[in-house]
Each structure stands twice: as C-alpha cells, then as structure tokens.
C-alpha cells in the first residue's frame, strides 16, 4: 500500500504541474486563441472540434522532440526554440541588417565567431555533444520557414481542390491543420521574452541592479508562476482580437517572406526581458502571494503569441495563389483519364 499510495503522490504532482506549464499548456492557449482570432471566411475545415484539439496538441510537438536522446534530432531541434539577441552583436552582425536565410546566418556567425574570438566565448567540447554550442539560436528563421510552409499548404490545397480527388484534398487539409499546429509552438516560444536572450534562465555576467541569477527563472515562468496565480484560458480569450494582415496594403499584394514582421515581434518580446526581471526582484512573481501586476505581464505574452500567430496563419492564407505546377498536372491527369475513358 505504501509503494501504490507514493505512486499516486507522484502522478497526481506531475499531473499538478504538467497541467500548468507554459511547456504545454500555455502553448495550447497560444494555438486556442490564434484560431478564435480567425475571421468567419478562413477555411472551415481547421474549426471542426478534431481540427481544434489537434492544432491544439500538436502546439506541444516540438518540445516533445527536445525529449528524444537522439543527438542529430538535438542539434536540428533545439536552437530552433530560441534567438539570444545579444549574442549578435558580439559576432559582429549588424542587427538591422540580418539575412532571411538560415544558413547565410550561419556562415555569418561562423566568420564572426573566427573575426571576433576575443568577444566570442570559447565553446567547450565536453559540453557540446550535439553540436549546437557554436549557435545562438534560430527561432525567428523557424517561424518564417513555418509561413512558407503553410503558405505552401494552402496553394496545394488550392489546386487540390480544383482538379484532385476527394482523398487528396483532405490529406492536403491534414497537412495544412499539422503546419498549423507546430507553427504554434514556435509562436509561443517567440512571445516568451526568456527564448530571445542570454540570461534565459537567470542573469548572466554583469548585475549592477542585481537581478535573479536562479537557475529556476526559466522553469518559474513557463509555468509554476502560472499555476499558482490561478491564469486561465478565459482570462486571456477576452483579449483576442480578429486576425489581420501582418503588413498593411493589399492582402493579395505579392510579398516575398514575413521575415521582417517576425523580427520585429520577436525583438518587441526581447524588451520585455528586464521587466520581466524586475518584477521579480519586487517579488511581484511570488508564489505565496502572486500580484496582479505579474498575472498580467504572462496573460499579455500568451495573448501577444496568439495573436501574431492567428496573423500569420491569416496572412499565408491570403497569399496562397494556386500552385501552378501541381495544377497543371492535376489537370493533365484529368484529360488522360478522360481519355481512357472514351
């Protein structure tokens, strides 16, 4: 009875906290609100209540994979989760100025780190097993990539629709509702202002205002402080509003990639670092006596990644134009068959 009545305190304290980590369950908020911010005409096939739950758990994916053992899945993985802005700088990269492409960003880092070794710090083989220490980090690069792909999705589905069978245009919508869904995640990532810096998880080097050096900040924010301040889904859905371009002008206007837009959402959550530090050096994150002031600073990020992500999911849907290649395929396909038929 013993070892059965430990089992169930264990269950029921990981149940406890699992229920309230930004980990998973903020995530799912940040994909719920992005489709309650969709407009009536987006398409109606991401709105079914099996749509819903899997865009909503499929906003914990990525982290799930950080679980896996498997070093090459790391080393893809895991900088896609963060961007440590001041890291940029110190390789000699113009911030303005950063390339769209992930890869011309590495080779940019790679010459810094050469060009700048006395800025740059040496990294330590025996802590480097997936090869990732030489990085800063991806996650603006992921999010447009995501856009690409989803824009991708629905210009498929467009030509789908026009001239594929039955099963193909619901296949070209599942993939469309996976997109979505892991999109998400990397969306609630950028709106964690902890994912754009170095002092992730406590401040690092320098603290003249002596900030938290915990290494439990992390952790804290994404979803002890949560738990404890009580923050539910219905304290955030108020807030939402309907999804928008995430450029002005006309909607249909070709415009190359989000990269720009994405950037600057991503740098307007980096300013909110040292808030978020100096709420909790005036013990407004505590959690024997959570403040209102620190309940609203997380509800205002989560909504914030809802809704960029409802934007963008918005914005690839109405720059989708058919995919001609795959139309004109389809199309031949129909008059052979056609043919045959004769």
């Given at each position: ?7 169930l ?39 079914t ?16 994979w ?30 303005e ?11 940019q ?22 090869r ?9 690069w ?17 030509a ?53 050096t ?21 304290d955030?859905?108020?807030r ?7 450029w ?9 990639d ?6 600057a ?19 407004k ?22 809704q ?8 690839a ?11 004109a ?14």
């Amino acid at each position: 009875m013993k070892v059965v009545r430990s089992l169930l305190v264990l269950a029921f304290a990981f149940t406890t906290v699992s229920t309230f980590a930004w980990d998973y369950e903020g995530h799912r908020w940040v994909n719920q609100l992005a489709l309650q911010s969709l407009p009536k005409d987006f398409p109606s096939f991401v709105r079914t209540p099996e749509a819903a739950e899997r865009i909503a758990f499929l906003s914990g994916e990525p982290d799930r994979w950080r679980n896996s053992p498997d070093l090459p899945l790391k080393h893809c993985n895991a900088p896609d989760h963060f961007f440590d802005l001041e890291y940029v700088k110190d390789h000699g990269i113009d911030i303005e100025s950063l390339t769209h492409f992930r890869y011309e960003f590495v080779a940019q880092l790679a010459a810094g780190r050469a060009k700048h070794s006395d800025k740059v710090e040496a990294v330590d083989p025996a802590k480097n097993s997936d090869r990732t220490r030489e990085l800063i980090g991806f996650l603006p690069w992921t999010i447009t990539e995501y856009y690409g792909k989803l824009k991708s999705g629905f210009s498929y589905l467009q030509a789908f629709e026009e001239a594929g069978t039955p099963e193909e245009i619901t296949n070209a919508q599942q993939n469309i509702i996976y997109v979505m869904g892991v999109m998400g995640h990397f969306l609630g990532d950028a709106a964690q202002p902890l994912h754009s810096t170095k002092h992730f998880n406590g401040w690092v080097g320098e603290n003249p205002k002596g900030y938290s050096t915990r290494k439990t900040f992390h952790s804290w924010i994404d979803g002890g402080f949560i738990g404890r301040s009580g923050i539910q889904y219905a304290d955030l859905s108020p807030r939402i509003k309907t999804a928008q371009m995430v450029w002005p002008g006309d909607p249909k206007a070709k415009h190359p990639d989000v990269f720009p837009e994405t950037m600057a959402f991503f740098i307007k959550q980096h300013k909110m670092v040292e808030p978020l530090y100096i709420l909790e050096k005036n013990n407004k994150l505590d959690g024997k006596n959570p403040s209102d002031e620190g309940r609203e600073f997380i509800i205002n990020q989560i909504v914030a990644g809802g809704q960029m992500l409802g934007n963008l999911w918005y914005s690839a849907w109405q720059q989708a134009t058919p995919d001609t290649y795959l139309r004109a395929r389809l199309l031949d396909r129909q008059t052979k068959q056609a043919d045959g038929k004769k």
